[in-house]
Structures are given as C-alpha cells and as structure tokens.
C-alpha cells in the first residue's frame, strides 16, 4: 500500500512544507489541490512548475494526482471544460503526476444525458491526455456518486486512459456496499480515497477510524496499483482539528487495516 494525503486538508499551506510533512509522517504521495487560492494550479508558469516538481523530487515524495475542479457532465458548452482538462493535464504533466481528478458535476440533468456529456467530453481529451502520459479520472461524486454512475461513463469511453477515483464516502452514501463498488469500478481504478465521518448528517471530517465510514472493507479490494489517498476536507470545514497532527495515526490506522488483496 502506498500512502497519499490531499492538499484539501492543509488549505494555502506552501509546497516545501507540504513535501516536508508528507516525508515526515511516511507518505509517499500527495493529491494536490488544483484551484487558484491554492500554490499549485493551471496559472503557473513553466518556470514554476519545474520549481514545484524539483521541490516534491528533492523531498523523495510524489505529485499523485492534480485534483482539478472540472466538472465533465455540466450542462453548457464542451469548449470551456475540454480547455478546463486540457490544462490539468499539461499541469499534471510538467509535475509529473500520473493522475488529473476530475467531477461529474451534472446537477439535475437527466442520468442518461449527464452520462452522455460526460463520455463525450472524456472521450475528446483521452488522445490528449495518452500523448502526455496522463490519466484523467472521474471521482464519485455529487450526480455519480456511485461506482455504478461513474463506471457507466468510463465504460462507455472505453479507453485506458480515463478511469476513476473511489471515494469511499460518497459511495457509501450512495448506498452502494463496497464489494459491489469494486465490482463494477475494478477494471477502471485509479486508486481509492479515503476519509472518516460520523454520519450521513455529519460529514465533518474526523481522524482515520474514529467515524463509520467502512474503510476495511474498501481497503480489502484495492486500486490497481495500490495508492490510498487520505481526503481531509479542512478547508469546507473550518472548525474540524488540524491535519498535521492526525498524519502520523492516520498512517499507522490505514497500515494496521492489512494490504490490500492483490
């Protein structure tokens, strides 16, 4: 197993100190946070990038994904959101990051034309993103929380470089029992993010293994090349502790939860 954390969970926090606490508290990897209040997003220059990746290679820490915002099954043009793809992928590649995150975002569109949009719009960038060696993939999330709604999309792109991201929260939320999530997200993943909770009613984020959340059973049908990802949702939840200090036992937690089953 090979250990990540977001950017999410330390909002604003500069690159050094990220690569520093992520090789401190024996995480591989970091997903960073694409968005313009953030230090890593679409608007640097060239020259900042290289400086970005020279930090995370100096520390001995991977770029895993540029988490981007996205939204492929949103209602309106496709120009905006295959430029919005285009530059998260050119991103993830001047970072080395094998991953770009993407949303469905479809809102309350009708399933069947949200899934439609989004294949289309995922479909377009694949060539793009296959000559950078980038991966674009969808999270389950808001109109597709399921591993159902976003294996219905992958699948219909059917190609090697658009895949998903299983957030364990929304699918449980979903409903959708983690067995059954593997089942149909399998041949498409990523890698998983996790993250613990107290309820369906609240959602603030809370250390790994002091919520509901079924991590074991998830980290039991693993990613395909085996990263788990910690989201800690710090920045929409102002009031939740600290994440620095939760990284250690976090670690410790997701380890002594097994491998996952190769």
Not at 66 to 74: E, N
Request: charge should be negative; charged fraction near 20%; include cysteine.
């Amino acid at each position: 197993m090979k250990l990540a954390f977001s950017t999410l969970g330390v909002p604003g926090m500069p690159v050094a100190d990220v690569v520093r606490l992520a090789a401190e508290n024996g995480y591989q990897g970091v997903e960073l946070r694409a968005h313009p209040e953030e230090p890593v997003h679409p608007g640097l220059t060239a020259l900042e990038r290289a400086a970005v990746a020279e930090e995370f290679k100096r520390g001995g820490v991977e770029v895993l994904t540029v988490a981007g915002y996205v939204k492929v099954a949103a209602e309106g043009e496709d120009g905006p959101v295959l430029a919005g793809l285009a530059e998260l992928v050119e991103l993830a590649r001047d970072l080395g990051a094998p991953y770009v995150r993407v949303f469905p975002g479809g809102g309350d569109q009708d399933s069947a034309e949200a899934d439609a949009i989004a294949a289309r719009r995922l479909g377009a960038a694949a060539p793009h993103a296959a000559d950078l060696g980038v991966r674009i993939l969808l999270e389950t999330h808001d109109s597709h929380r399921a591993g159902a709604d976003v294996a219905r999309v992958v699948g219909t792109v059917g190609h090697g470089q658009i895949g998903a991201i299983w957030d364990v929260m929304h699918t449980w939320l979903a409903g959708e029992e983690p067995a059954a999530t593997h089942a149909v997200l399998a041949p498409h993943l990523g890698y998983v993010q996790v993250k613990d909770i107290a309820s369906a009613e609240d959602t603030t984020p809370l250390a790994l293994g002091a919520g509901t959340l079924p991590l074991k059973e998830c980290l039991d049908t693993p990613a395909s090349d085996g990263w788990v990802c910690w989201e800690y949702e710090k920045r929409w939840y102002p009031e939740a502790a600290e994440l620095p200090g939760l990284l250690a036992a976090g670690r410790e937690h997701l380890l002594g939860l097994g491998a996952p089953k190769q």
